[in-house]
């Protein structure tokens, strides 16, 4: 039933944006897939649909789900939880006695609205830095959903190490540093920049730990807050050890994030989402780790992203063979692709 109910796009289209329904039975993926999932140690909170990105979830019967990596050989399997916070996912069954299915509406966003006549493209967020060569400036990305990715400094290996490391191949994480390294030189923290190209929709989680000396958190939730177009999730507190905002942006957006400001020419925090400028901090930092990941990507099949579409799939067809190669996912380097590597971004 609800398959027929989820394809009738014109009667969602008359509802609005501002909805969530009430029915009985699973929950389809179209309303799961924003929900904010954590591990049982919560060292990992990222939305179902980055979960399933990366990792092979299955059901348990206490509503839990085992999550073992796809990609990443030494990783072990984690039970993940729904977080029970901010907009609450519809319920399991009706209520008042009502059957069948109710409409509420709610301050959430509607990403299915924002995303309708639009196409999901598989991308990985490695697979996106390969097209954005290294030239130590602003990195500007040649066929890809982003037109510019820029990550300050020498990559690592695991947090702490360097400036930046891959935790998957969706996920990127800054490591935070404080006062002046070993040797007496500078210690700089991790910083990135991302603009969405147009005809393009991004969906990304930002998650960031909060013993940083602003509270960051705090000064966010200012500015920032599920009413707003795009902003599909906002978890967390000052309190919390961690805290996430999820995103869906469209094409010219941009998301910038300097760790401790120590990136000339990056701003502190700066989001754009939907083409409404949220925050521009260039006071309070985050100073702590942060991570980026890539939820989804969509183009517009109507006014498809400018250059040569032939050629933009060829090229990532061509980044697929490489990232699912087993070689380079057991990390070693495969001759004759020098240009992909990625072992020190703009300086």
Known sequence: MFEDFENRSGFWKDLGSNFTINYSGDAPSFLTSG????SMDGSETQTLAAWENGW??????????TATPKYTSGL???????VPVGPQAPMSSPTGGVGGVQVAYTAEDDATELLEGWEEEDWTLQGIMALCPDVGADEVCDDSPFSEFTVRGTEGTAQDDERWWWVNQNTLGLSNHDGDGPDGESNKSGAAEILIRDGFQVQLTIEWENKGKDDFHDDLVKDVSTSDKGVLGLTGSQSADKSSLTVLMKGGDKLSIDIDGDWSGTANFFLKVQGSELIHNTGKIIDDEVWITLDGVWYD???PPTGDDKERKEKKMTLDDYFSNPVYVAGAALVGLAFLSMVTRGR
């Not at 299955?58 to 509503?63: A, F, Q, R, S, T």
């Not at 072990?76 to 729904?82: A, E, L, P």
């Open 56 to 65: 092979v979830l299955m059901d348990n019967p206490d509503g839990s789900k």
């Open 301 to 303: 099949t109507e006014n």
């Open 35 to 38: 929900e904010m999932w954590q």
């Open 76 to 82: 072990i399997s984690q039970t993940i939880v729904r």
